[in-house]
């Protein structure tokens, strides 16, 4: 008998991973989307390299997460990846709504309540490493 737990753990690692895998593909292949990262991290007194970051998040994490390896780490990274987008890209929109009347943070919400759901719940049965 299929282990429906486990499946919907893959299916949430799978559709999550490959969904955010997109966004950190697409700052691979413009590396300059980083200088809009930079200057916003150092308008807030950060480090402008912490923006190398958003390719552990986006590109390390969600790789974690398809293959089921370390998926707890993965979903916190992109967790905390997910929280330094909101905060300086999106902050002005926390209790905004979006042109169809859904919250205008729809998408990164998802992302980071999904991320947030396999750090609690693990990666499941069917996983490289399942934990």
Not at 14 to 42: C, D, E, T, W, Y
């Amino acid at each position: 008998m299929v282990n429906l737990d486990a499946l919907g753990k893959l299916l949430l690692r799978g559709s999550l991973g490959g969904m955010m895998l997109f966004h950190g593909v697409n700052k691979l292949l413009h590396p300059a989307s980083l200088n809009f990262i930079g200057g916003k991290l150092a308008a807030m007194g950060l480090p402008e390299q912490l923006a190398y970051g958003v390719y552990a998040g986006e590109v390390l994490a969600p790789l974690l997460l398809i293959v089921g390896l370390f998926s707890r780490v993965g979903g916190l990274l992109i967790v905390i990846n997910m929280l330094f987008a909101i905060a300086l890209a999106h902050g002005g929109d926390l209790l905004s709504l979006g042109g169809h009347g859904g919250w205008a943070l729809e998408l990164q919400g998802f992302y980071l309540f999904a991320a947030l759901a396999i750090v609690f719940m693990g990666s499941g049965r069917f996983a490289v490493r399942p934990d």
